[in-house]
């Protein structure tokens, strides 16, 4: 938490996590001290986290599954609450990653719509070790046919590319933070 607070004593707003339960523990006491932050959920969500997950985040880039936006819909109506989502896209077809394929993601955004789920875009973690740009290009594309404004994409090492191809919300801690040990 050292190195959060003279951010937001900066300004800054948009502050991202990997875990639920880190996020309880960092984040629980500086959010009641201040309501302009805008926690974002970035790694994976399970279903059994989703109660207190809604009570934290803002934002969650990880919506994976209709079980996932079941639990999701289901969670907002007994909290009286709604969060901002993004669609993971499983853009390389990687069998170790979660997300859905490209070629569902029209038929997932409509169910996630009649859910009635506020999906304001659509993210990607691209394959390691390749040339992020025709994955950032394929989920450009795939946003705009959804008509969908946001796209989180991109890390430390290609965020830079990631901005050539209208990505809104990067994931760069490790630039700003150091390795996470």
């Not at 029209?106 to 304001?120: A, H, M, R, S």
């Not at 691209?126 to 404004?149: H, I, S, T, V």
Request: with cysteine.
């Amino acid at each position: 938490m050292d190195k959060i607070r003279p951010l937001i004593e900066h300004g800054h707003t948009d502050f991202g996590e990997n875990k639920v339960q880190e996020a309880i523990e960092k984040w629980t006491k500086i959010l009641n001290e201040n309501d302009k932050i805008n926690l974002h959920l970035i790694g994976k969500l399970q279903t059994n986290k989703v109660k207190f997950c809604l009570k934290l985040f803002k934002f969650i880039h990880s919506l994976d599954s209709e079980k996932l936006a079941k639990k999701i819909a289901d969670e907002q109506i007994k909290q009286k609450t709604k969060v901002k989502l993004f669609i993971q896209i499983n853009i390389g077809n990687e069998q170790q990653k979660s997300g859905i394929y490209a070629d569902q993601v029209e038929n997932f955004y409509n169910f996630c719509t009649n859910l009635d789920l506020d999906i304001v875009g659509t993210m990607c973690i691209q394959p390691a070790n390749e040339d992020p740009e025709k994955y950032f290009m394929r989920m450009m594309y795939l946003n705009k046919k959804l008509g969908l404004k946001e796209i989180s994409m991109g890390m430390s090492s290609d965020y830079q590319k990631a901005i050539k191809f209208n990505s809104t919300y990067l994931r760069i801690g490790s630039n700003i933070f150091g390795k996470r040990d």
